[in-house]
């Protein structure tokens, strides 16, 4: 059964890069079948796809996060990461980590998720 | 604003009947893009509940149905449960803008 778990400080400062890595386990990160991805929901409020990244490297991100946003894919560790830069306090959220379905060649639906991770953006 | 709008809440009796719509734009939904459904319980990470506009994962219970037709899409709860009660979310993807996996703003359920 595959599982996904995101890990990285719980408090990052404004100005600073937000950085967290999500480690599946269960299965291989490497399957041609799915992308991986990353979505957050700050306190309160709804879901916003950050961004996602094919095993190969091969990235497509938020228009509205593009500027600030890296993820890269580590194959030999089984693990994907995310770097969001200039952080303020509208980057408080819940990050998931999720595998997205290349169902027909194109990205799809996300499943399974993450438990999510709380990262506070504060002085 | 989300790029798909979804009613900010539904509510019904244990027993009925509910819909949750879920309306795009002709560069999302009615481009032909497929529209997926998750459910998130209060605490938790969203769940898969609907792919491919109609499709159940296995495990979850056919009262949870899905469909899609021009720009909108629904998801149906028949026999409504109070276990049923969360917050649930349609995602798709948008071509504009360079390409976007987009979500509704989400529709938070009461069962009475």
């Known amino acids: 059964q595959l599982q996904l778990q995101e890990s990285g400080p719980g408090l990052v400062k404004p100005s600073e890069t937000l950085s967290l890595t999500c480690t599946v386990s269960?299965?291989?990160?490497?399957?041609?079948?799915?992308?991986w991805g990353w979505i957050r929901q700050p306190p309160g409020k709804g879901l916003e796809w950050i961004g996602s990244i094919y095993y190969s490297g091969s990235t497509y991100y938020n228009p509205s996060l593009k500027s600030r946003v890296t993820i890269s894919v580590d194959t030999s560790k089984n693990q994907f990461s995310l770097k969001l830069s200039s952080v303020t306090a509208a980057d408080t959220a819940v990050y998931y980590c999720a595998r997205q379905s290349r169902a027909r060649g194109g990205p799809n639906w996300f499943d399974p998720w993450g438990q999510g991770t709380l990262v506070t953006v504060s002085s | 604003q989300s790029v798909l709008t979804q009613p900010p809440s539904v509510s019904g009796a244990p027993g009925q009947r509910v819909t949750i719509s879920c309306t795009g734009s002709?560069?999302?939904?009615?481009?032909?893009?497929?529209v997926h459904w998750y459910q998130q319980l209060p605490g938790t990470a969203p769940k898969l509940l609907i792919y491919g506009n109609s499709n159940r994962p296995s495990g979850v219970p056919d009262r949870f149905s899905g469909s899609k037709s021009g720009t909108s899409a629904s998801l149906a709860i028949s026999g409504l449960q109070a276990e049923d009660e969360a917050d649930y979310y349609c995602?798709?993807?948008?071509?504009?803008?360079?390409?976007?996996?987009?979500f509704g703003g989400g529709t938070k359920l009461t069962v009475l």
């Open positions: 269960g299965g291989s990160i490497s399957s041609s079948s799915y992308y």
């Open positions: 002709s560069s999302n939904i009615g481009a032909g893009y497929d």
């Open positions: 995602q798709s993807y948008d071509s504009s803008l360079s390409g976007s996996v987009v």
